[in-house]
């Protein structure tokens, strides 16, 4: 069921069809209550937001999220019931925020914090933060070699 009343920003076949690559679609129970973290701690743009969906972009990436009410007749509509973790086993990487920035912003902000940022030995700076519907996203920049500006 659809809680959005009028348009939205594009029709929904033309926007399916303007994606390419690798694409994230998240299932959340509020778009509102997610809105602050992808903004604020992810430093994501916000393209479009309504009570039924949302879309970020930042750093060369697009991301969706779906309201669980939007998936009624989904095949995953029966997994949203109850309080199971989400993406338990996947780390949605946002290659080029800041994890520092991140990890302060989503502590000042009261978000979950599962690692602070720190140097990984595969070259990579990174933080693990989750976000009000438990998804697990890691931002990460690249940690200068030796002897390269960073």
């Known amino acids: 069921m659809k809680l959005r009343q009028g348009d939205p920003w594009m029709p929904a076949d033309r926007f399916g069809r303007s994606l390419s690559g690798l694409g994230v679609n998240l ?10 973290f992808h903004v604020e701690v992810l ?21 969706m999220l779906h309201a669980d009410h939007t998936y009624n007749d989904h095949p995953l509509s029966g997994s949203l019931k109850g309080d199971l973790a989400r993406g338990i086993g996947c780390e949605i990487r946002l290659h080029g ?23 990984k030995p595969h070259g990579l700076r990174e933080a693990y933060i989750l976000c009000p519907a438990g998804y697990l996203w890691v931002p990460d920049v690249p940690i200068a070699k030796p002897g390269e500006q960073g």
């Open 27 to 36: 299932l959340v129970p509020s778009i509102e209550a997610q809105r602050q």
């Open 97 to 119: 925020r800041d994890p520092d920035a991140a990890e302060a912003k989503a502590r000042a902000l009261g978000y979950d914090v599962l690692a602070g940022a720190i140097d």
């Open 43 to 63: 430093a994501g743009d916000e393209v479009y937001a309504d009570p039924d969906f949302a879309v970020y972009s930042g750093f060369g990436a697009v991301w």
